[in-house]
């Protein structure tokens, strides 16, 4: 009776980590690696309105660091449909998966854009399915601005963390990564490009272009290759 309560409790346990986060805390013995879902907008900082479908930057960081340090998980696994969202907290969250220590693979499945694009690159391998977008641009900011030359270096700052990272976690080049991000006929009333699919893999931004099983084969022989190293 007590063994049929406590598998009972777990199940439970299971079914409202699905709900809340996406996926279940722990993979089991057969799965070898992690779902990391991130859907939505970035929520950071502020809360978001109740309708929005949003990744909580709070939720993320105790499951990646319960993933770095539980001997069952051996990869994982990042599905991305973002629209981006809170800039601090997207390139918090893609530092903290790229110094994970076991093998990583990010799927951009409906779009990586904005935040979302460095969070794509931040796997050890990446991939993005043929009809994904991948949206480019310069980092904007909603509220007061204060029109002082502070503001401007701070932004030209924050502006030049995400391209370093971009550039570090993926081939493509500083120089190719401005131009992208300042061009103006891309976009209706901004500035930037939208790459799809293949495009976003010639210009160095994607590994490869796949989809599910394609990124769990390559996941598998990233902690193969772990094991035999």
């Known amino acids: 009776m ?3 309560k406590i598998k009972s409790e777990h199940e439970n346990e299971k079914i409202d980590s699905i709900k ?44 990646l660091v319960a993933i770095e340090t539980n001997e069952i998980v051996e990869g994982v696994l990042i599905i991305l449909n973002t629209v981006g969202g809170d800039v601090e907290a997207g390139l918090a969250i893609s530092e903290m998966i790229r110094s994970l220590s076991k093998p990583t ?28 977008t991948m949206i480019i641009h310069p980092i904007r900011m909603n509220g007061l601005v204060l ?47 939208i790459l799809i699919g293949q ?10 272009v796949g989809g599910i099983s394609n990124a769990v084969k390559k996941l598998n022989e990233l902690i193969e290759d772990k094991k035999t190293s």
């Open 105 to 132: 693979v990010s799927l951009v499945i409906g779009g990586g854009h904005s935040i979302g694009v460095p969070l794509a690159t931040s796997a050890d391998y990446s991939f993005i399915s043929p009809s994904a």
């Open 20 to 63: 809340e986060l996406g996926t279940a805390n722990v993979p089991s013995q057969i799965q070898k690696f992690q779902v990391l879902p991130i859907i939505g907008q970035i929520e950071g900082h502020s809360a978001l309105p109740p309708q929005s479908k949003a990744t909580k930057y709070e939720h993320l960081i105790p499951q």
């Open 199 to 208: 495009q976003a893999v010639e210009y160095g931004l994607i590994d490869e």
């Open 147 to 193: 029109g002082v030359p502070q503001t401007f270096e701070y932004f030209n700052k924050m502006q030049e963390r995400i391209i370093e990272f971009i550039s570090r976690t993926s081939k493509i080049e500083k120089p190719l990564l401005r131009q992208l991000m300042l061009q103006t006929d891309e976009l209706l009333n901004d500035m930037g490009t």
């Open 2 to 4: 007590n063994e049929k």
